[in-house]
């Protein structure tokens, strides 16, 4: 129906009703940039993962609707077309001096990666670089914000920058000390290079992203964090004297903390969106708290705080929308053994221990097949039952 061909004078009260129902539904979706509050980190640094299609299968079942990945895999891409999921690429850490040089050599990346997808490919941002400031190359530092302008620049020319988000995650290294979050600062060596970069995002509407894990935490420090402070568990928690506000989990005070070093910087109104917060299930002798019971607690609790759609103690009416990480094991990560156990599933794509999900397969094949085909046929029933229904309630309004 073509709304603007009719004249709002003579225009039923039922006709123009739903084309103002219409109208406002193309509206939300298009400025919604993350669907509900639950994402996922899909890595892929391992020789023995799903193919991409199997992976968005496992998504679709487990109901999550936003991921994020570190580059910008062709076959990943090519996969999640049609899906629904909205996704974050990533713009690798090694690209960003070169892109930093000039706008045209962003160009020639978006075009090659990212406007080729669009729109089958829910692309709704590039990740520039992952946790570079606090990072050992300086020059890095130097080449982030120019890199952002020009991804920016590049995306505005194309007309993408209303649909596509420009950000840049950062790990808990840029912050000077975060204990108690109202004291959380930004590092003197890094402010320099934080706020004009913060300022620049303030312009674009872009959030401050931040990867906050507890898990971290506690593993440094494990004989003065309360393991069950950590994990959402029943504890005693922590009073900030300065907000007069009591924290009953890390998290919170993880993201709160985010708010007040931004909020000194001069940023009160940013977002802070948590772009990693995971638990390894398996790690080396020094690494306390890396099992499998803690992973699943925590990853658990997580899924839970976040169903709530509830916002922080110093910001109660901002929901927390967090990625947890990850998806899978990634068997070819470096680094301690932790690194390579944090999924939530095997790559096999069955659980890797269980908090609601449900997986490719399981210890029972036949248990497993029939779980993914009642996914199929219940999702066929509730989507012709959705379009009847609309149908239903559109010739009744066009009939009254």
């Known amino acids: 129906m073509d709304c603007s061909s009719i004249s709002t004078t003579q225009m039923a009260p039922s006709t123009f009703f739903l084309c103002f129902l219409l109208f406002s539904a193309s509206f939300l979706h298009a400025a919604q940039a993350f669907q509900g509050t639950y994402g996922i980190n899909y890595g892929r640094i391992a020789d023995n993962l799903p193919s991409p299609h199997s992976v968005v299968t496992l998504l679709k079942a487990a109901k999550i609707k936003n991921v994020r990945i570190y580059d910008a895999d062709h076959d990943v891409l090519a996969a999640f077309k049609g899906s629904g999921i909205e996704i974050i690429v990533g713009l690798p850490n090694e690209f960003l001096k070169d892109i930093s040089v000039a706008e045209d050599r962003a160009m020639t990346w978006i075009k090659e990666n990212v406007e080729p997808y669009l729109p089958g490919t829910k692309i709704r941002g590039i ?154 299930s398996k790690g080396d002798d020094n690494e306390g708290g890396a099992n499998l019971n803690n992973a699943r607690t925590y990853n658990h609790n997580m899924k839970k705080r976040l169903a709530k759609k509830k916002g922080t103690p110093y910001r109660p009416k901002l929901a927390v929308r967090a990625y947890v990480f990850a998806l899978f094991n990634e068997n070819l990560k470096p680094g301690p053994t932790s690194e390579r156990n944090f999924g939530l599933f095997k790559p096999d794509g069955s659980i890797a221990y269980d908090i609601g999900f449900t997986g490719l397969v399981s210890s029972s094949p036949t248990s497993s097949l029939l779980s993914l085909k009642g996914v199929g046929i219940c999702g066929w029933l509730r989507s012709s039952w959705v379009f009847t229904s609309s149908l239903a309630v559109v010739f009744l309004m066009l009939t009254l």
């Not at 312009?203 to 440094?220: E, H, M, R, T, V």
């Not at 931004?262 to 772009?275: D, P, Q």
């Open 127 to 280: 990740a520039v670089g992952n946790e570079i400031l606090g990072g050992g190359d300086m020059e890095l530092w130097e080449a982030l914000l120019p890199s952002v302008k020009n991804v920016y620049s590049a995306l505005d020319r194309l007309g993408l920058a209303k649909t596509v988000e420009v950000s840049s995650p950062h790990s808990e290294a840029v912050f000077a000390n975060s204990f108690p979050p109202s004291s959380c600062v930004f590092r003197d060596d890094i402010a320099q290079f934080m706020k004009p970069l913060l300022q620049f995002f303030g312009q674009i509407g872009s959030p401050f992203y931040i990867n906050a894990y507890p898990f971290l935490a506690y593993k440094s420090d494990p004989e003065h964090i309360d393991l069950n402070y950590a994990l959402f568990k029943k504890n005693a928690g922590i009073f900030d004297a300065k907000t007069n506000l009591h924290y009953d989990n890390m998290f919170d005070a993880m993201v709160d903390a985010a708010y007040a070093a931004l909020e000194k910087a001069g940023f009160e109104k940013m977002a802070v969106i948590v772009s990693e917060t995971g638990w390894a």
